[in-house]
């Protein structure tokens, strides 16, 4: 072991490590623990809430940058190198960010003797382990942090793109072949990426299965486009050229730099993320490129999102269920109400089911929501009830609910709890194209039925093979969207074809409601058409609870 000189060391090494740690990424230190000094590189100051690069008394001032809970354990260590027990020093626990956060790291040193032998300085290095990796060996491309570094070296971005290239369902190859699989196509889409790319053109390999690639050409949307199709081509090929061994699509994100405010690392991914989102919300195996209308209403949708989350899990504040009566076409008495969700932001703004019921399906808190409105539902048909003893409550019901919820369970339950009769809840479904097919949903339908609840197959008109659905659906009542009686009402042909709908309908035993009346002479032309109920703003508006009770039931009832 060498023996230093004690005059010339600290300092020296001190300089030396300054100089090593410009083409390193460790943060070197030198600890003088004879005189209780400790030095440590640059790039460990801007990182970690130290104290400054060289201080003295120096387990205290440690203390401002370890973990509390790791402390004693580094004291402990410290002082066996201290007590010359030991010579080495390696050890994995947290440093405090500049911000607080904590990283972990890994500290490896050695200690130097001076010449009585005592423990004198001890020299070593601190890494973070969570660090990311600068390359992946997976793909053979540059990794998410060499990205940020380039463009670190390119404090303005020349004219250019940025596409994100994702693998659709790739977790289906990694589960359907397994991960070393999944790695092996990981590797030929890299590989198919960087033969298409030209020169001002760079790929970096960003999360799992998406690629980035960096393109400072500035050529023509439509030129950057056409790079996807070459990756998608060359990808094909690929999969040709393997026997169809595994066949994949990839999608691709486009973003026009030009369209970035600060085009820095953190916009690049979330607008791309974004964008290659996009992509496959539209059906995936194609490309998208950034429309900034399209990313507006993302963020918004996510936001009623989130605070459609909130109300879920704060007792649905915030929405409420709004009640439309139904009214007997003739003699314009009351005959049932139909349930109609409301919703509120916290910030006041009220939001049309239109948009947000679709939020609420694809987050799946159509489930929840769902649930509470059958429960609100069924008992405002209970205190209904006690004046007009056949009162009904309409309850639309989201495919969703069909076909991943027990639906058919919350219903029963709910008549359980009221102690209403079956035939009080009519179940509404809109038919969809697809929904048809489903052998799920045809299967509820039937316990429903089974059960002598009624359904009623709603916006009837509106696209779909209709009269097939009847016969498939077998329900109680068939309600006209608005739409069709609105055609109706203004060419005779429609009128007809809606007139003899009725009289079929009618024929099999099932009831007519006719949606979306607004004015007295639609009512009097409706009524001509012999539907059993008119749904519709002539009548009422659909009002709140309390509004619905003060409008149609004496006082002592409420
Ligand atoms: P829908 O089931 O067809 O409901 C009838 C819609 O027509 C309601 O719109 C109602 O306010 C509106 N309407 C009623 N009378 C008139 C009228 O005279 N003129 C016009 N122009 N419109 C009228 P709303 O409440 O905006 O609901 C829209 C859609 O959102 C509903 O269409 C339904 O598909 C869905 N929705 C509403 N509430 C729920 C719910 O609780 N669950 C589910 N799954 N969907 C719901
Ligand atoms: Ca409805
Ligand atoms: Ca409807």
């Not at 030209?198 to 690639?213: A, K, M, N, T, W």
């Not at 339950?413 to 179940?427: N, Q, S, Y």
């Not at 058409?529 to 703003?537: A, E, P």
């Amino acid at each position: 072991m060498h023996k230093l000189d004690k005059n010339q060391g600290f300092d020296a090494f001190c300089a030396t490590a300054e100089q090593f740690a410009t083409c390193m990424n460790d943060n070197l230190f030198v600890y003088d623990i004879i005189n209780d000094a400790y030095f440590i590189t640059e790039s460990a100051t801007e990182r970690f809430s130290l104290p400054g690069p060289l201080f003295h008394n120096v387990t205290e001032n440690l203390r401002d940058v370890v973990h509390p809970d790791d402390f004693a354990m580094l004291q402990a260590d410290l002082q066996q190198l201290l007590n010359g027990e030991k010579m080495e020093h390696e050890l994995r626990y947290r440093w405090l960010g500049k911000d607080g956060t904590p990283i972990w790291i890994v500290c490896k040193g050695r200690v130097l003797q001076n010449q009585e032998g005592k423990p004198w300085l001890m020299l070593g290095c601190i890494n973070e382990i969570g660090q990311k990796q600068k390359a992946d060996n997976v793909s053979g491309l540059l990794g998410a942090s060499s990205l940020q570094e380039r463009l670190k070296q390119l404090p303005v971005l020349p004219d250019g793109y940025v596409m994100r290239v994702g693998i659709d369902d790739f977790r289906m190859i990694n589960e359907r072949l397994g991960v070393d699989y999944g790695d092996a196509v990981l590797r030929q889409v890299a590989q198919c990426i960087e033969r298409r790319l030209l020169p001002g053109q760079s790929v970096y390999r960003v999360i799992s299965d998406e690629f980035l690639i960096l393109d400072l050409v500035g050529g023509t949307p439509r030129e950057i486009r056409g790079l996807y199709d070459k990756i998608r081509q060359e990808v094909e090929r690929d999969i040709a050229r393997r026997n169809y061994e595994a066949v994949y699509t990839i999608s691709g994100g486009i973003v026009n730099i030009r369209d970035m405010e600060q085009a820095d690392y953190e916009e690049i991914m979330r607008l791309s993320e974004f964008a290659l989102g996009q992509a496959k919300r539209m059906g995936k195996n194609q490309v998208y490129l950034f429309e900034q209308e399209d990313y507006e209403a993302f963020l918004r949708s996510r936001a009623i999102s989130r605070s459609l989350r909130k109300a879920v899990s704060s007792d649905f504040e915030g929405l409420d269920l709004y009640f439309q009566p139904l009214v007997y076409t003739q003699s314009e008495e009351l005959y049932g109400a139909e349930a109609l969700l409301r919703y509120r932001m916290p910030e006041g703004e009220s939001i049309s089911p239109a948009e947000f019921i679709p939020i609420l399906e694809e987050s799946g808190l159509i489930l929840p929501v769902g649930k509470w409105i059958i429960r609100k539902a069924a008992d405002m048909c209970r205190v209904c009830r006690e004046k007009y003893p056949e009162f009904r409550v309409s309850i639309n019901l989201s495919y969703i609910q069909l076909t991943k919820g027990p639906v058919f369970a919350e219903v029963m339950e709910a008549l359980k709890e009221t102690g209403l009769p079956p035939d009080a809840l009519i179940m509404e479904l809109t038919e969809s194209g697809y929904l048809e097919n489903s052998i799920n949903v045809q299967k509820v339908w039937h316990r429903f039925k089974e059960a002598g609840i009624q359904i009623a197959l709603d916006d009837f008109g509106t696209g779909y093979s209709n009269l097939q659905n009847i016969g498939r659906f077998n329900p109680d009542i068939v309600k006209i969207d608005r739409s069709f009686t609105l055609r109706a009402l203004q060419h005779s042909y429609e009128r007809q074809l809606l007139s003899h709908i009725i009289n079929m309908v009618h024929s099999i035993n099932l009831r007519i409601v006719i949606e979306g009346v607004e004015e007295k002479e639609e009512q009097q032309q409706v009524m001509l058409l012999g539907s059993d109920f008119i749904q519709g703003y002539y009548y009422s508006r659909p009002c709140s609870r309390e509004e619905f009770l003060e409008k149609y039931l004496i006082k002592e009832v409420v």
